[in-house]
């Protein structure tokens, strides 16, 4: 086989990631609920002074530990959940208590927010929405006629344009190409499609070379020009699932739900899990009873 | 979860999208059965041609196609899908609410979120599943209309009033649907062992009640077979219904 060399090195880290973000951005997380998210990545803007982000995501515990963190603004999302656990404990409170501002769609317009972003349009048209009160609580939505003889009213879903997406997969390579080997892709290349800057964590970078003997083609779904930074970042995921590598860590996620249920309890939480580098956090969560 | 079975009869060759553990039984035990042309999934992005148990597995996957989250949306958005989702609250027109209790700007208690109601209402048909039937879930008025109900698809132009369907509802106590002359949701069978009296005290609001309504059919000796041995052989059904 013929070795590639790389012409560009993408290789970064957690940190200098978050260094390239800046207070009051719009940052797309990829992923789904509690699978596959960028954690090491979301831990280091736990870690920094960014504030005021406006966070869109098919939320899990993303939301939840920056809400908590104080780091969000606004979050536009169709759900927050933990998947084993139904609500994500800490989006709870920051939508209780007024924290948080928000931006609640359907699923498949959130989708459709991202790539109208992604092909840089104005909007695309779609029934979702209509009849329900997700018009009634975002004003700003508008209804566009279809110029045709049906005549009908759809939902005009303004592009979701991000300033920075967010992204973890299985594998990489060190120039941006990026390869999910489980079973669903969830909507991290529109993610990464509707950003200005684009950082992809991966448990894995591999040759380019060696792509291929990860899995077939099909599993390379980001390429090298949706993709500005790779972070090899083993375990990047935890505690969500990232299939087939590991799966989630239920024990964890019921820890991590408990704690966020008491004040005292989470702060030994963020002490022992947030308040350290991810090499600490990997040492913390191994070392647990 | 008969019941839930039931709501499927019919349906073919769509995708079954059954969300918790009643009504993905119920949804398994309908293609085991009386509707084998059901598109399944095994909760995740694997469509399965066989009988697959619930709860954590794993258990051996006969699988026959790749139902991504990306192609969930399409397929609903093509028709070709009926859902069974839960409803926190529902009212007498078959809105539903998964979004929040209380004032939406700030909730008195958070929920999932609408996830994708708005557009299952919109394009296909919907069924529900509330394990609580009372006056708490069945409400005069939800708080944030998440999937939409009759009076609202009505006013939502031709193509969404003739595209949406809230099939049924099924509860712990009873089944209803809105085969009502003005789309008001109406009893079509008690569950054995209830009384009407319990389930018009548990709803919220007027109910449409037949002069005469049936009890629920009990399954068959072969549904309870399939049910105990292929299904559900841990007996998860239990932890989501007491009664």
Known sequence: MTAVTATRDKRTTEEEVVAELRDGMTVGIGGWASRRKPMSLVRAILRS??????????????????????????????????????LEPHFRVARQSGAVEAMELDEGMLQWGLYAAALRLPFLPTRAGIGSDVM?????????????????????????????????????????NGQVLGPDPYF?????????????????????EDLLREGPVQTLVLNRSMVDGVVEAPGGAHFTSCEPDYGRDEAFQAEYAKAAADAEAWSSFRIRYLDVDEAGYRRAVAGRG | MVACAEAWRGDGEILASPIGTIPMLGA??????????????????YLVANDL?????????????????????????????????????????????????????????????VRGAPGNTANHPTSYWVPNHSTRSFVAQVDMVSGVGYRRAAEAGD???????????????????????????????????????????????????????PETRLPTPE???????????????RAEVSA
């Open chain 1, 49 to 86: 002074p960014l504030r005021d982000l406006t966070l869109v995501s098919y939320g899990g515990p993303d939301v939840g530990l920056l809400c908590a963190a104080g780091k969000v603004a606004k979050v536009v999302f169709g759900f927050v959940s933990l998947d084993t656990i139904p």
């Open chain 1, 136 to 176: 009634a609580v975002n004003p700003h939505l508008r209804t566009v006629r279809s110029p045709y003889s049906d005549g009908e009213d759809l939902v005009a879903m303004p592009a979701l344009a991000l300033d920075a997406a967010l992204v973890h997969v299985n594998r990489a390579d060190a120039r941006g």
């Open chain 1, 188 to 208: 991290d290349d529109l993610f990464c499609m509707a950003a200005r800057r684009r950082f992809v964590s991966c448990e894995r970078v591999v040759a380019t």
């Open chain 2, 28 to 45: 398994r035990l309908a293609r085991a059965t009386f509707e084998p042309d059901l598109l399944l999934t095994d909760g995740e992005a």
């Open chain 2, 53 to 113: 148990p619930v709860g954590p597995g794993p258990f051996p996957k006969v699988v026959e196609g790749w139902m991504r989250y990306r192609l969930v949306f399409d397929t609903l958005w093509a028709g070709r899908r009926h859902v069974m989702m839960g409803a926190t609250q529902i009212d007498r027109y078959g809105n539903q609410n998964i979004s929040c209790i209380g004032d939406w700007a700030r909730p008195k208690a958070q929920l999932i979120g």
């Open chain 2, 159 to 213: 193509w969404i009033r003739q595209h949406h369907e809230i099939r049924v509802v099924v509860t712990n106590k009873a089944v209803l649907d809105f085969d009502t002359p003005d789309r008001s949701m109406r009893l079509r069978s008690v569950h054995p062992g209830v009384t009407l009296e319990e389930v018009v005290a548990a709803t919220g609001f007027e109910l449409s009640v037949p002069s005469s309504v």
């Open chain 2, 223 to 237: 549904e309870l077979r399939v049910i105990r041995d292929v299904l559900d052989p841990t007996g998860l059904r």
